[in-house]
Each structure stands twice: as structure tokens, then as C-alpha cells.
């Protein structure tokens, strides 16, 4: 299933741009209110490792 989902002007620029930048954008969200409104810091450690991969 398919979503359209705005991304803020932050989450483009990580966007291709290789490990470090994603590494940047997610520290700068970690205390940044889910929708659901508890912060990433507050729901603990991602279960999912995120990685980068180039378009074909």
C-alpha cells in the first residue's frame, strides 16, 4: 500500500544522501513529538536498523 506522507524540509535533505545525514536527521528529531505524541527518546531504541539504499 502506498501513502503520501509530507516531509519536512529536514527529512528531504536526508533524503540520498548517504548514512551520516540520516544519522544527523534522526538525532535532530529524538525529541520531536510522534503523532501519537510521546518523543522517539520516550518510545526507547529503534527495533529496526535504518539503511540507505541508492535508487536503480
Request: charged share 25%; with cysteine.
Amino acid at each position: 500500500m502506498l501513502a503520501n506522507i509530507p516531509l519536512t524540509d529536514d527529512e528531504r535533505a536526508g533524503d540520498g544522501y548517504g548514512q551520516t545525514t540520516l544519522d544527523q536527521l534522526v538525532e535532530r528529531l529524538t525529541d520531536i513529538p510522534t503523532p501519537a505524541d510521546p518523543t522517539p527518546r520516550q518510545l526507547g531504541p529503534p527495533r529496526l536498523q535504518l539503511c540507505c539504499r541508492s535508487p536503480t
